[in-house]
């Protein structure tokens, strides 16, 4: 799997953008906040990436950041969101009107968003609460690796409520591998 390329980008045209990474030419779909962060054609780049494998298709997604790589990587795991939904949303709020809209159940702000309709908002709200108070937590408390170690949990099914209790009592100093192997052995027990 492809998780981030460094390039030089030498196309750009909304939503798509090609970079050259070795002589070859990577199409990247990226969000408009991506997309406004962009350097000049033929200027070096770097994006954190994340792949669709279809059976027709592969699809590489870029993102400026990591948080709006793993907001777009939540957003998707929502019964009847796809990619374009997600990078609809991303394009057409800030990840922090984004957050406080969920939080304050805010259906007006999400039904403004392109390809969102009232059903749909209320859907995000109810998936997304949990999840968005459990990112608000870890940006304000915990390190990247501490991150890193809650995100590997949650993609290996683990409850928002177990990782919390499990990941509360590491340090910010925490190595990735060993809080995960500490993590995976409390939660076995």
Known sequence: M????R???IDKSPPWIQVDCGGIGYEIEVPMSTYYHLPELQSDIFLHIHMVVREDAQLLFGFHTKEEKSSFKSLIKINGIGAKVALSILSGVSMDQFSNAIEQQDVS???KIPGIGRKTAERL???LKD???LRLQQSSQHSKNLTDIMDALEALGYSKSDIQKVTKNFN????????IKQAL?????
């Open 185 to 189: 052995q409390w939660l076995s027990s």
């Open 109 to 111: 702000l999400l039904i």
């Open 125 to 127: 709200i109810v998936e």
């Open 131 to 133: 999840k968005q108070d």
């Open 2 to 5: 492809i998780g981030s390329i």
């Open 172 to 179: 910010e100093e925490t190595n990735v591998n060993e809080g």
């Open 7 to 9: 390039g030089t980008l």
